[in-house]
């Protein structure tokens, strides 16, 4: 058996149509259902549950973009539809068709700048490495 490490920076990334273009150094991923109960008259429980849709929330910190992407002229203001890609030791998990939905941005004179976007994702899929 191969041991593997922990995923790195590098293991988590923004991807659109297969072109890596931004690192990222930290996330953050909650998945919320809208799910709701049955209830019958003179029932003190529910008697039973119904599934509803799933929304996939993402926060990523220190987002910094590949060198290919600036000399591109990416601009996170305009990206829409794209991958994020996070690779752990055992699989990889795959958030498709992204959309930011806040954007922030952090510098200091002479730093490189870090961008923080939070992200909701159509879906969430899971695959083996």
Not at 98 to 115: D, F, H, N, P, R
């Amino acid at each position: 058996m191969k041991i593997q490490g922990f995923p790195t920076s590098s293991d988590i990334y923004l991807e659109i149509e297969g072109k890596k273009v931004a690192v990222v150094q930290s996330y953050e991923a909650q998945t919320t259902k809208t799910s709701q109960t049955i209830e019958a008259f003179g029932e003190s429980e529910p008697v039973a549950t119904i599934p509803g849709q799933s929304k996939h929330t993402i926060h990523l910190s220190r987002l910094y973009a590949t060198d290919s992407a600036i000399s591109d002229g990416i601009n996170f203001h305009q990206l829409e539809g794209f991958d994020l890609v996070i690779c752990k030791p055992d699989r990889r998990i795959i958030y498709t068709d992204c959309q930011w939905s806040k954007i922030g941005e952090t510098g200091t004179l002479g730093a490189t700048i870090m961008e923080n976007i939070s992200i909701v994702a159509a879906q969430r899929i899971e695959t083996g490495v």
